[in-house]
């Protein structure tokens, strides 16, 4: 069984369209992460949330809104996509949201904007 | 200003040679992990380092905590073409996340 999977695994789309990622992990984990990774491989910090509570929200864009029904899914839906938003997204999670938790990331969602 | 560096950003060697990887900051970490990615993956923690002086080995893997608890290093004995991926190092952030750094990809060719 997969511990944080994330739906779709690709996605192609044209600018202006508004797009949702979906995310759940089967951990029990009380912590849930997104993440983006740009073409040089940074992976950067976007949302985090603590049994359905945003932890936090880094300067990300009001466009990404991020949704957690409960604390197994962690939802990110992206509104009027630009080409920068181009990217792989991972979702991640982590038994809490202390330092030194292993982060368990999922497989990633590589959206392309053209 | 990334709050971990990662050195070198690229590393290309022969299989059966041995590297050093660096993370490198100006803060003190109560803890600091190092991943690896592989293309199309996501990434898989190797190791966390907690205590300053630290010293973690995991088969030919030797992970090492600055006595400062500011730097790590990764060294990588005997290295095999399965090795080749991101590596990557993680430090708390100002809210207590994990900050990545920018990543040593590495090549180890047969």
């Known amino acids: 069984d997969t511990a944080v999977s994330q739906t779709p695994k690709y996605l192609v789309t044209q600018m202006g369209n508004d797009k949702s990622i979906k995310c759940e992990q089967n951990?029990?984990?009380?912590?849930m992460y997104w993440y983006k990774q740009d073409s040089k491989k940074f992976l950067k910090i976007m949302f985090s949330y603590n049994n359905k509570e945003l932890i936090i929200n880094e300067t990300v864009p009001n466009r990404f809104s991020p949704k957690s029904p409960d604390k197994a899914h962690l939802n990110l839906h992206i509104n009027s996509l630009e080409l920068g938003d181009s990217a792989v997204y991972f979702c991640?999670?982590?038994?809490?949201?202390?330092?030194?938790?292993?982060?368990?990331f999922g497989e990633g969602s590589w959206l392309t904007v053209v | 200003t990334q709050l971990l560096e990662q050195s070198p950003q690229f590393l290309s060697i022969q299989e059966g040679e041995n590297l050093t990887v660096y993370c490198n900051s100006s803060?003190?970490?109560?803890?600091l992990q190092w991943y690896r990615q592989e293309p199309g993956e996501g990434p898989v923690l190797l190791v966390t380092?907690?205590?300053?002086?630290e010293v973690k080995k995991l088969k030919r893997l030797t992970f090492q905590f600055g006595d400062a608890r500011k730097d790590s290093s990764l060294h990588i004995t005997a290295a095999q073409p399965g090795d080749t991926g991101l590596y990557l190092c993680?430090?708390?952030?100002?809210?207590?996340?994990?900050?990545f750094g920018a990543g040593t990809r590495l090549t180890v060719k047969p």
């Open positions: 993680a430090g708390a952030g100002g809210n207590n996340d994990m900050r």
């Open positions: 991640a999670s982590s038994r809490t949201g202390a330092p030194g938790n292993t982060i368990y």
């Open positions: 951990l029990g984990h009380d912590t």
């Open positions: 803060s003190v970490f109560s803890s």
């Open positions: 380092v907690v205590t300053g002086g």
